[in-house]
């Protein structure tokens, strides 16, 4: 592919991880465990839509074909779309959502610390303003999980299921893909390889002080990046998309 198309879709795979892991939080509004984290949940979801819209409103001005952030985030199909699988992943109890939380968080900040030097100006300034918000969701994210590890017997346990289940998805998050080495290589991604050790020097960090256990499975699931996910991705987008595709061309 052509260097604006490689740009195009590295705004994807930028802006699919948090739209997808921003729809998961969603379905929490109103049944978080208690009022203060239900609304801290839901207002992490809003933060990473409001990236979502900085990189398709991007995407979709490199792309120049009339379209806007909304066709690009509603009228794709799921093999179209480019998130990691871990953000796939159902909120099966408050353990596993702050287990997801907290290994996408970590990953995310190191992300945006690396992209705040871009060459591509627009991808900087995008990461330079979503920083201070996701710094927020890294101490959020992180603080639960030693709270439920290093809790009661039942928090403890909880949480190590969360972790052994959500485990396997999260080395994927730093497998470098061949668009992202092309990105690094042109200066305007980042380098996942910089990033790996970082991001899992900082997970072990975080569990060992929450008293788990960290699995000794070194094999992770991967294909989001590619277009290739898990059965939950169809369910999601069939809630995501429905209002655009039932009611085509919609205004408000």
Not at 57 to 71: F, L, N, P, R, T
Request: aromatic share 10%; proline share 3%; charged share 25%.
């Amino acid at each position: 592919m052509n260097d604006q198309q490689a740009l195009y879709q590295y705004l994807l795979l930028l802006g699919d991880s948090p739209m997808i892991l921003g729809h998961r939080l969603s379905e929490l509004c109103g049944h978080g465990p208690s009022l203060e984290t239900d609304i801290a949940l839901t207002n992490i979801s809003l933060d990473l839509f409001g990236q979502v819209r900085n990189y398709f409103q991007y995407a979709a001005k490199v792309q120049a074909e009339g379209k806007s952030e909304d066709d690009i985030a509603f009228l794709r199909l799921a093999h179209e779309h480019r998130n990691v699988l871990l953000t796939e992943q159902p909120n099966t109890d408050f353990a596993h959502v702050i287990g997801r939380q907290m290994f996408f968080d970590t990953f995310h900040q190191l992300l945006l610390e690396a992209l705040r030097d871009s060459k591509d100006e627009q991808i900087a300034a995008i990461a330079h303003k979503s920083l201070k918000e996701v710094k927020y969701h890294t101490r959020f994210s992180s603080e639960w999980v030693k709270r439920l590890g290093d809790g009661t017997a039942e928090s403890h346990r909880r949480m190590q299921d969360a972790l052994d289940h959500l485990w396997p998805y999260a080395g994927e998050l730093v497998q470098e893909s061949p668009l992202e080495k092309q990105m690094k290589q042109q200066g305007i991604g980042a380098d996942l390889e910089q990033i790996r050790p970082l991001y899992w020097e900082r997970v072990n960090a975080i569990l060992r002080e929450a008293t788990l256990e960290v699995p000794e499975n070194s094999w992770f699931q991967a294909g989001g990046k590619k277009g290739i996910h898990t059965e939950h991705l169809g369910y999601i987008l069939s809630d995501l998309q429905y209002m655009q595709r039932a009611y085509p061309n919609m205004s408000w």
